[in-house]
């Protein structure tokens, strides 16, 4: 069938017949297919979706236009953890020593931030001397070798991906589920982990800006993995405030450390022991949640989970003196205070409009591939359900240039406080399990 003949069916509703996805992703990476049919055709099925056979094929199609890690011969349970990105979320940075401490193999690619969501490859490069881009053979033989890889997504695994990506961020057609489900598991699946934890965002501050979303997304996702073979758990949580009290790099892997070292956000370590603990038990590397929650736990008290990511960074060339002494990496050159207007009660701290100061700072990119500066960001000092008084700092914003008070900057911070004159009940973090 020709292409247009695909779009057409598409765009009037109508289902592919198996093989016609294959036939227009080969056509399309070997440059028979069109950009702008291909475009056409990712429009349609924003507007028309697919089902979830039509989704596996995409999703089959993306896996098998690149190569594919397979780690079935170690004897530990190989895992991995995808967030669809939030502001503030440095879990992985946590979360992926803790696994690795607690006697899983961990074999993780990670993405870049673009625009107000940031990226863990961003952070780890904020670290001195750190180089991500490990290739997929040192990649392999990190995994086997350490138990624990972190790199920059490997242009060998789903490139077709790759391709479409690129052109769906510039077509208005990142936002389906479909698509970014088969984008998201295609590269789970290349990656070759045994078991994946699905960390899915919603509210402000994340695509998935409503709960039905999430789950169908989320919902996507773990059938897509349970189709190849993959133990997928999905944990939706809330993105209506920033995870933590930090937003931009170096700010937060400082935030992280704190955290392996037992102190830092109680609401980044509770998501991830239970981030963990799912997927532990999914991968059989722990037989109960409360079983995998200890050992996890014991990560942090023990030091484990801190001295596994100063290994990581010193295995991607960086100083483990910045695992040991965060303090010393490169801070920004002003520090201004954002001081509460009134008397009241923190009902909520809009992700959204704090992960969009951090980016206007310099801290994330609003164009794919624009410089970052590393040191620029916000801290928090109060959470949603905190008492404040008229005058208290609620926190700093950390910038490449002065800013007064009433900077528009600072004022963007403080405006996104809601208050309240009563005490409130604080959302949960963890808002369903899809397993
Ligand atoms: N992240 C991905 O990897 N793919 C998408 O389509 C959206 C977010």
Not at 246 to 266: D, F, K, P
Not at 365 to 388: C, E
Request: proline share 4%.
């Amino acid at each position: 069938m020709r292409a247009v003949d695909l779009i057409n069916k598409k765009r009037t509703g109508l289902r592919h017949e198996p093989g016609e996805i294959a036939s227009l992703v080969d056509g399309y990476l070997r440059n028979i297919i069109p950009d702008y049919q291909m475009s056409a055709w990712l429009m349609a099925v924003c507007w028309r979706g697919l089902d979830a056979v039509e989704t596996a094929e995409l999703t089959r199609a993306l896996v098998e236009s690149g190569q594919q890690l397979a780690f079935r011969d170690l004897a530990m349970p190989v895992v991995d953890k995808h967030s669809t990105g939030g502001v503030g979320d440095k879990t992985t940075l946590v979360l992926v020593p803790m696994l690795a401490a607690a006697g899983c193999v961990v074999a993780k690619m990670s993405g870049r931030g673009l625009g107000h969501t940031g990226g863990t490859i961003d952070k780890l490069e904020a670290i001195p001397g750190v180089n991500t881009e490990l290739g997929i053979s040192d990649f392999a033989a990190a995994v086997r070798t350490r138990g624990i890889a972190v790199s920059a997504q490997s242009p060998d695994l789903a490139p077709g991906d790759g391709r479409l990506y690129a052109l769906r961020d510039v077509t208005g057609t990142v936002e389906s589920i479909p698509l970014i489900a088969s984008s998201v598991m295609s590269k789970k699946i290349a990656t070759g982990a045994r078991a994946v934890v699905l960390d899915v965002k919603v509210g402000s501050g994340a695509f998935m800006k409503t709960l039905e979303g999430a789950r169908n997304l989320s919902r996507a996702m773990v059938d897509l993995g349970l189709a190849a073979g993959l133990a997928v758990v999905a944990v939706i949580t809330a993105m209506d405030q920033p995870l933590g009290m930090a937003v931009g790099n170096i700010l937060e892997v400082q935030e992280a450390v704190a955290t392996l070292r037992g102190g830092g956000s109680s609401d980044l370590l509770e998501l991830c022991v239970i981030l963990g603990a799912e997927v532990m038990v999914a991968s059989g590397a722990a037989l109960t949640i409360t079983e995998a929650r200890t050992r996890l736990e014991a990560t942090i008290s023990s030091g484990d989970a801190h001295r596994c990511l100063r290994d990581l960074v010193a295995s991607l060339g960086g100083s483990p003196d910045a695992i040991d002494h965060p303090e010393t990496l490169p801070t920004a050159p002003w520090q201004t205070p954002v001081v509460a207007h009134q008397d009241g009660v923190v009902a909520r701290i809009d992700a959204l409009a704090i992960g969009e100061v951090a980016m206007r700072l310099g801290a994330g990119r609003a164009t794919k591939g624009a410089l970052i500066d590393p040191a620029v960001g916000v801290v928090l000092s109060v959470r949603a359900g905190d008492r404040v008084h008229a005058g208290q700092s609620v926190g700093v914003v950390h910038s490449r240039k002065p800013l007064g008070s009433t900077d528009r900057l600072v004022s963007e911070v403080i405006g996104a406080f809601t208050w309240s004159a009563t005490d409130i009940v604080r959302e949960p973090l963890v808002l369903e399990v899809i397993r």
